[in-house]
C-alpha cells in the first residue's frame, strides 16, 4: 500500500544532519527548527502564519479554538471522514452539527450544507469544518459563499491536503484557519506525530500562539486554559528538509494518479460515476482544483469481496473511512440514525483506496490494475 523507505532512502544523510543539528543545539520544543519550519510553511502555502503543534488532531482543535469556538455553539462538518474532524469539535466544546457528501467528490455537498443551515439544527451553527478529502480541496467558492451569508467562521481540515489547491489558492490559505496533519503516512510527514494550524488573522495565530503553550502568552502568566500542542524540534528539522521535495512528490503523485487512470481505461473496467454498476468508478479532479492524491480511491458495489482479491494477490488496498462518523459507537449521542446520511452511508459501503505514493513504479501499477480487471471478468 506504502512503502515509505523508498522516500527515506536517498534523504537519509540529510536527515541524519538535521536531526545531529537538534541534539547538538538541545532544542527539543518549538525553538529554532521549528521556527524556521513555520516560517518556509508559511511561504510555501502562501500565508501569513504557520504554527508547529504536536498533531493534525490538535492543530483541529487549536484552530477552531483560536477561532473563537466552544461551548453554546455548534460547527457544521462532513459525516464522512478521520473521526477526528468531528472528535475536535467535541475537544472544543461545541457540538457537531453534520451534512452529506457529494458523491462525486466525498467532500461536503454545498446544498446540504445549506439545507442543514436553514433548518433549526443550523441555528447554533458558528463556523464550518470542511474536510479536504483525500487531498482534494472542498468546494471553497461555495463554502466562503454559504460562510458569509450565515456570517460564519470557516476552519479547513487540511490534514490530508499539503500543496492542494481550490482556484488557485493553497489549502491552508482558504478558511480563516487551517488544520494541517504530518502523520507518517501523510503526503508531507513527520518522523513522529506532527501537526500545524496556518492563518491569514493575525488575531487567531496570536491566539493560537497563547493557546498551544497553555494559555501563556508571559512566562506562567495563563490568560485562558490552553494545552500543551508544541511540536518538537526534531519534527521542525525533518518537516524543513521535506518541505523543500514535497512538490516534487506531490507532482508525481498526479503522475501516478494518471497513470491509474490511462491503466484502466485500456483495461476497459472504468465506468462514468458516480455510482458504479458493474465495474469501479475512478476518482476524478474536479475543475478549478488541484489535487494531490493523498489516497487513490475507487467506488465500487462489490468492494469487500475486490479487497479480499488484491489481499490475496499480496496487493494492499485500504478502506478510508468504513464506518461514517454518525455510525460510530462513541458518536451515537448526537442522535444521528442509519439513513441520516445516505451518500455518505453508501460511499462507505463502496470506497477502496489502492496503492499510491510518488516512488510506485508503472509495473506495479500495472499489476494492481490486472488483477482488478481479472476480478472483475
Ligand atoms: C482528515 C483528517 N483529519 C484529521 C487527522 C488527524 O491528524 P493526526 O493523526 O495528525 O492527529 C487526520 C489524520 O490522521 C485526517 O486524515
Known sequence: MLDLKRQYQPLHQELLEAVGHVLETQQFILGEPVAAFEKAATRQLGVAHALGCSSGTDALWLALAAAGVGPGQAVLSTPFSFFASVSSILRAGAVPVLADIDPSTFNLDPDAVEAVLDSPSGAAVRALLPVHLYGQAADFTAMAR?????SLKTVEDAAQAWGAEW??????GLGDAAAFSFYPTKNLSAAGDAGMISTNSEEIAERARALRQHGMRRRY?????????RMDGFQGAILSIKLKYIDGWNDARRAVAARYRSLFAAAGVAEAGPYPAKGIVLPHEVKGSKHVWHQYVIRTQRRDEL??????????????????LHRQEALKFLGYTEGAFPEAERAAREVLALPIFPELREDEQQ???TAIAEFLS
Do not use: C
Not at 454559504?146 to 450565515?150: G, L, P
Not at 502568566?221 to 500542542?229: M, S
Not at 478502506?319 to 461514517?324: K, L
Open 221 to 229: 502568566y495563563h490568560d485562558e486554559v490552553g494545552w500543551n500542542t
Open 146 to 150: 454559504i460562510a458569509k451569508t450565515f
Open 367 to 369: 499489476t494492481v490494475v
Open 307 to 324: 479487497r479480499a482479491f488484491l489481499a490475496a494477490r499480496k496487493i494492499g488496498s485500504e478502506i478510508y473511512y468504513p464506518v461514517p
Open 167 to 172: 482556484k488557485g489558492v493553497k489549502a491552508g
